[in-house]
């Protein structure tokens, strides 16, 4: 079956800048999309199509891509984007792949 | 305001049975594909399954493949999962997410969750 395979973890000081990447076969042909998860509640998406922002999601939150490796950037991270951070694509194998997590903490 | 409310989870034994169901309201339901994602303690996420906004077209993570049913009903704005065979490992938080993509408008949207615990 397809795997997306994330880093378990990364950890920033407030105010640097965090990159989690997900790495998949597919990502070239596919996109990616992005989710923030805190502890008890229900994951929200912070990036859409590899790039895009959906309305409410804080400018410091970009994605991008490069050949079968997307990446998430948190520009000046704060307190409040420590989280679990998935990445999700799609392949033959469903239209929703998930990586395994990353959990992002703010020292 | 979008709204997704999970229910009908709860404990039961391995081999049996539940049907989940998630309530859909404030956008129009027969619009979008929807979807069951998964969350096992302290692990990660899992795509479940996935019904397109008619019905036309399904799909399932082979872990759930032949045990479990997705469905919905536009009339009642209701996404429903059956689940049979249970087992241990089917314990988790399922969640209803709601997808929309056309003309550039993109969209989901998540539930809170149901925990369904598959436990003798």
């Known amino acids: 079956s397809y795997e997306l395979t994330q880093p378990p973890s990364v950890s920033v000081s407030p105010g640097q800048t965090a990159r989690i990447t997900c790495s998949g076969d597919?990502?070239?042909?596919?996109?990616a999309y992005w989710y923030q998860q805190k502890p008890g509640q229900a994951p929200v998406l912070v990036i859409y199509?590899?790039?895009e922002r959906p309305s409410g999601i804080p400018e410091r939150f970009s994605g991008s891509s490069s050949g079968t490796t997307v990446t998430l950037t948190i520009s000046g991270v704060q307190a409040e984007d420590e989280a679990d951070y998935y990445c999700?694509?799609?392949?033959?194998?469903?239209?929703?792949?998930f990586g395994g997590g990353t959990k992002l903490t703010v020292l | 305001e979008v709204q997704l409310v999970e229910s009908g989870g709860g404990l039961v034994k391995p081999g049996g049975s539940l049907r989940l169901s998630c309530a859909a309201s404030?956008?129009?339901?027969?619009?979008?594909?929807m979807n069951w994602v998964r969350q096992a303690p302290g692990k990660g996420l899992e795509w479940v399954s996935s019904i397109s906004s008619s019905s036309s077209y399904i799909y399932y993570a082979d872990s759930v493949k032949g045990r479990f049913t997705i469905s919905r009903d536009n009339a009642k704005n209701s996404l429903y999962l059956q689940m049979n065979s249970l087992r241990a490992e089917d314990t988790a938080v399922y969640y209803c997410?709601?997808?929309?993509?056309?003309?550039?408008?993109?969209?989901?949207?998540w539930g809170q969750g149901t925990l369904v615990t598959v436990s003798s």
């Open positions: 997410a709601s997808h929309y993509d056309s003309s550039g408008y993109y969209r989901v949207d």
């Open positions: 999700q694509s799609a392949d033959s194998s469903g239209p929703w792949v």
């Open positions: 597919a990502l070239p042909k596919q996109y």
């Open positions: 199509k590899d790039s």
């Open positions: 404030g956008f129009t339901f027969s619009s979008y594909s």
